[in-house]
């Protein structure tokens, strides 16, 4: 047991010799290091035969860290490939849906739409976020929205509701919320 303390009392004390003379301060770890330095450092441990075995030891543990890394470097970057794929499919099922989507703000202006959406009100989608869809809606459609928006803010149970577009070069449509 005993060697065991002084084997790590070792490892810690060789951490901080390398990080004096890397750093010239006693165990700063926000420094950012000269990798040259660091091997030149390393290079000087290892070749002492008082420190030469922690040292070595040292580069053993460096490495195994290096190569989780690397890992962790590789699924992170499998992950990230997966969500974006997993989002570019979303968003193309969220475009081409057969029915019109709309995300309206507290006042109604459209925050976003699908390609049906954007047809239903006869522009394209760039030139209708913003606007509020108060400006599509019969008066007493416009007014449920109200209704139905004041309701959602304010927590209480919402129904769906049936809301009459104005007719845009064809007959009037309805639509649900």
Do not use: W
């Amino acid at each position: 047991m005993s060697s065991y303390l002084n084997e790590a009392e070792s490892q810690a004390n060789l951490r901080l010799r390398a990080l004096h003379r890397l750093t010239g301060k006693n165990g700063s770890h926000g420094s950012r290091l000269n990798a040259s330095a660091a091997l030149q450092a390393l290079h000087d441990l290892i070749s002492s035969p008082a420190t030469g075995a922690a040292a070595l030891a040292l580069l053993h543990e460096l490495q195994v860290y290096q190569v989780e890394l690397e890992l962790q470097d590789e699924e992170l970057r499998r992950s990230r490939a997966d969500l974006e794929m997993t989002l570019s499919r979303q968003v193309q099922l969220y475009d081409f849906a057969p029915v019109g989507c709309f995300t309206v703000d507290q006042s109604t202006a459209l925050r976003e739409l699908n390609l049906t959406a954007a047809n239903m009100l006869g522009a394209e989608r760039d030139r209708l976020l913003g606007r509020s869809l108060d400006s599509f809606l019969a008066p007493q459609s416009a007014h449920a929205l109200h209704v139905m928006l004041t309701g959602v803010s304010d927590g209480a149970p919402t129904e769906v509701d049936e809301l009459e577009l104005l007719a845009r070069r064809a007959a009037p449509r309805s639509c649900l919320c």
